[in-house]
Nanobody, 124 residues
Framework: QVQLVESGGGVVQAGDSLRLSCRAS????????VNWFRQAPGKERELVAA????????YYPDSVKGRFTISRDNAKNMVHLQMTSLKPEDTAVYYC?????????????????WGQGTQVTVSS
């Protein structure tokens, strides 16, 4: 059973930074693609960062490119999301997800495992 637990969310002001962490169950981070999604009220779940198993390649949508950085520490089964220059439109519940067939999968339905989510609120 793959378990994912997010942490690091909170309430910040526009322009601030925040670092989210996803702790995966044993060996998950080294055997599964673990990516970050977010979901704002009334909107679909959106992929915000994807990373290859070896951590060398990452993908970001235009909405967060240059501001968000995903990284992974396979030895510690952790995947992080560093968010800078946060904007009010970044407000959402952020989830880490695993189990997609390849790295850059934007369709949330193709992920098998999800964390419980962590709320990020950015005030203007």
């Amino acid at each position: 059973q793959v378990q994912l637990v997010e942490s690091g969310g909170g309430v910040v002001q526009a322009g601030d930074s925040l670092r989210l962490s996803c702790r995966a169950s044993a060996r998950t981070a080294s055997e599964y693609v673990v990516n970050w999604f977010r979901q704002a009220p009334g909107k679909e779940r959106e992929l915000v960062a994807a990373i290859s198993l070896d951590g060398r390649n990452a993908y970001y949508p235009d909405s967060v490119k240059g501001r968000f950085t995903i990284s992974r520490d396979n030895a510690k089964n952790m995947v992080h999301l560093q968010m800078t220059s946060l904007k009010p439109e970044d407000t959402a519940v952020y989830y880490c997800a695993a189990g997609s067939p390849t790295v850059k999968v934007v369709n949330a339905a193709e992920y098998t495992y999800w964390g419980q989510g962590t709320q990020v609120t950015v005030s203007s």
